[in-house]
């Protein structure tokens, strides 16, 4: 019987609990197949304890990021530990890919085969010179998440952070909106410079890492670094010039409705957010608690086994979900990839989008749940491409559910009108902060000056243009500083763009054929990081395709059932 591999229990307080397991494996003895097949399961099982010990560094740490104690274990270890561990990582892939019974393994399915090719991946970019660079890289994308987790407006006699204030631009005071949307831009304002200085340091160090592997950019060395095999640049700006040409023109109709319907002249920005007919903004619910109870009846509607996986991590207490002062923005599902439970972490404010966050990370969860069976980690890291399909798609699968939160048929109807037509201004909004990003490491040299005005040309290509902004431009200008994937995780956001016509496809399938389509939906789930992306999405009953037609197709459909709605 094999010996387990890791001490039990194994706990994480500096690089010295971690380089000796390492060097074990790098100098074991490989005799057999069986060894070979061992090593990997150790490898796998080593991977796992480290990435859940990183996670709740990261989840204490944006649950809290005043708490410096939580700041100092995750800096502790993306400084201290993990830059000493790069190299042993390293020359442990060497050692599975040059080993004599890695092309025997590899070709016994295709899941060994994607696995291995990751691997490879990893060995061509990895210079020892960019271990620092990458430390440095973590330690500015914490600074970042810092700045915008503090930031806050005084409203009412109450200090409320930006998420809270933005549910003010759906009230139907307009005088109030106008104010708050003031007093939101002038908070950003104050860190502009502050921002931008930081991403000039995060372009630089980025462009050094490319150089340093061998790459003319660092565009190129993210697609490699991200196992983009699948597809490449010319994909993403075919997907950029499909949604100009077949979503564009849908948002700016739907703006000209809008301002249409609110009797105005003018649309202003504080008015794009509010309902144009001056109805009160939906509450679907009243806190975390009740967020939560209502989305687990929800998921229930779909598949008990949905709402069980949500069940499950409540009592686990693998939520925080409400929003409040020191809290890091945004949300996230973190897979802890020993428990094979995640953690699911946003910003509840009280509205509509907080259900659309809650059911997408909840499609994360259940992927991690439906991977669990799965023999080793790297077969569970998914794609990001793959990973936004299970999430996206239950945003939409979960519509038909939705009356948990809305018992009232006009309500319900809205709210699907709201969560269609967010998808009319989403995936303009990802194909812009997408090209912005190949500008930007195509060009590493540019100025801050070339750089805004980059992003209001692309703003101009895929905006509505049915928003004035006259006397407020520095609002459109520095509206991307508000994207955290553009400084923490570049490039990591195209997949939404992708993810969103694979889950447009699979609700349509839904609606067509029900329960076949929730089974191949299930079936896409259980695959996890073990075929192709392409393979994947056809499993899933859809196509992983970019072209001017089929974007069309798929925005004809939810055109049609839009109007169903509104």
């Excluded at 994909?235 to 700016?252: G, I, Q, R, Y």
């Excluded at 509509?352 to 799965?374: C, K, Q, W, Y």
């Excluded at 809205?414 to 969560?419: C, L, S, T, Y």
Aim: aromatic share 10%.
């Amino acid at each position: 019987m094999h010996t387990p591999f890791l001490p039990n229990p194994f706990i994480v307080t500096s690089k010295d609990d971690v380089l000796p397991l390492y060097e074990q494996l790098v100098n074991r003895n490989i005799h057999s197949a069986e060894d070979f097949q061992q090593l990997l399961q150790d490898v796998s099982d080593l991977e796992s304890a480290l990435s859940e010990d990183m996670a709740w560094r990261y989840i204490r740490m944006t649950c809290d990021t005043q708490n410096q104690e939580h700041e100092a274990a995750y800096l502790n270890f993306v400084q201290e530990i993990q830059p000493h561990l790069s190299p042993l990582e390293d020359q442990l892939n060497r050692k599975i890919v040059d080993s004599q019974f890695s092309g025997q393994w590899r070709n016994q399915s295709n899941a060994n085969e994607i696995y291995l090719r990751g691997i490879q991946g990893a060995v061509e970019i990895f210079r020892e010179a960019n271990i620092p660079l990458h430390s440095e890289l973590s330690t500015l994308a914490q600074e970042y998440s810092s700045i915008q987790g503090s930031m806050s407006i005084q409203w009412e006699d109450q200090t409320i952070t930006l998420q809270q204030a933005s549910n003010i631009l759906m009230q139907t005071d307009r005088n109030n909106r106008e104010k708050v949307w003031h007093l939101m831009q002038s908070r950003r304002s104050q860190d502009t410079d502050k921002l931008n200085e930081l991403f000039n340091k995060m372009v630089a160090l980025r462009h050094q890492l490319a150089i340093n592997a061998g790459f003319n950019n660092f565009r190129d060395y993210m697609f490699k670094a991200m196992g983009r095999y699948d597809y490449n640049a010319d994909a993403c700006k075919d997907f950029h010039n499909s949604v100009e040409t077949s979503v564009v023109p849908m948002l700016k109709d739907l703006m000209k409705h809008r301002k249409s319907l609110m009797g105005l002249e003018v649309l202003k920005p504080w008015d794009t957010q509010v309902d144009p007919l001056g109805r009160s903004p939906l509450k679907p619910f009243d806190g975390g608690e009740e967020l939560l109870k209502k989305g687990i009846d929800c998921l229930n509607g779909i598949d008990p086994f949905f709402g069980e996986c949500i069940s499950t991590m409540e009592s686990h207490q693998l939520l925080d979900l409400d929003s409040r002062l020191g809290k890091a923005p945004g949300g996230y599902n973190y897979p802890l990839a020993k428990t094979n439970m995640p953690f699911i972490f946003m910003n509840a404010s009280g509205n509509l989008r907080d259900v659309e966050t809650l059911v997408h990370e909840a499609g994360h969860a259940i992927h991690s749940f439906e991977m669990a069976p799965l023999s080793l980690n790297a077969y569970k890291n998914t794609p990001s491409e793959v990973a936004e399909l299970a999430s996206m798609s239950m945003e939409l699968l979960t519509m038909n559910t939705w009356n948990a939160y809305f018992s009232d048929e006009d309500l319900l109807n809205r709210a699907k009108a709201e969560q269609l037509e967010g998808i009319l201004s989403t995936l303009p909004w990802i194909a812009q902060v997408d090209a912005f990003q190949h500008w930007i490491y195509e060009n590493p040299t540019h100025t801050t000056e070339e750089r805004t005005a980059k992003w209001l040309e692309l703003s101009a290509r895929f905006g509505s243009g049915e928003v004035d902004y006259t006397g407020y431009e520095t609002a459109i200008a520095h509206a991307w500083h508000k994207q955290l994937h553009i400084f923490e995780v570049p490039f990591y956001y195209i997949e939404y763009g992708f993810a969103q016509l694979g889950a447009i496809g699979v609700w349509r399938n839904y609606i067509q054929s029900g329960k076949e389509a929730l089974e191949n939906y299930k079936a896409f789930l259980k695959l996890g990081n073990t075929e192709s992306i392409p393979k994947i999405y056809e499993t899933a009953g859809v196509k992983f395709e970019f072209s001017e037609s089929y974007i069309h197709e798929l925005m004809s459909f939810v055109k049609a059932e839009l109007q169903q709605f509104q």
